[in-house]
DNA sequence: GGAATGATTCTCT
DNA sequence: GAGAATCATTCCG
């Protein structure tokens, strides 16, 4: 069982940076039993705060909902979307920067069954159970309680698990956010080359 | 107060 | 590959 990323990991500028270095990470959520339900991160994508019109901070728009964004460094962001859907957000760089980097996919290792009871019964492969933000965010037990959420805290938090070499990892653009016009295009979504729980490859 | 829409997933076709 | 599901949040008036 390896240690909390010290707060140091999220408080540095370069999101883009720290978004690479989260492949490979394990995020821990244990369950109301206080079981280690937990998964490897497999799949980031970075959000520049206010000159990213992907993000929801884009011109210093600061709301109830995107509130911590502008916070410390190693909070939780967590929002709804599309009417069913959570998302997970680390929040980095320093207060009042409103970065913030979505974990897309993750690979179960911890509590895989009780990520089986969460999905449903239709999921029939163990591939479908984590491969997505909205999945993992149901698989790992994630909902709005969780926003605001400090990861050096004991609702959840990330430890180091696996060291990940430059050539395993992929970039490209990211996804749904066509509406952000040259900012869609920007290669800030990261992944495992060829991992089963990468969203989409 | 009301309308529009989204950092998605699932189910058909 | 298209369309539905489904609602909190945002923006405008």
Redesign the pocket.
Known sequence: MGRKLPRKFYSRTDTVQIARELLGKLLVVPDENGRRVSGMIVET?A?LGVEDR????YGG?R????EV?YGIAGHV?V???????Y?F?VVTGPADHPH???I?GVEPVDGIDTMRER?GD??KKDR?LT????????AMGID?SLNGADLLGDQCWLEQYRNIADAEIASGP????D?AGEDALRPWRFWLKGNEYV?RR
């Open positions: 994508e959000y992907g993000a929801h901070s728009r709301t109830a909902r995107n964004m962001y929002f709804f979307v599309y009417g069913m859907y998302q957000n913030a980097i979505l897309r999905r239709r999921i479908d491969s997505g933000p909205g999945k993992l965010a149901i709005r990211r996804i749904g956010i509406y969203s």
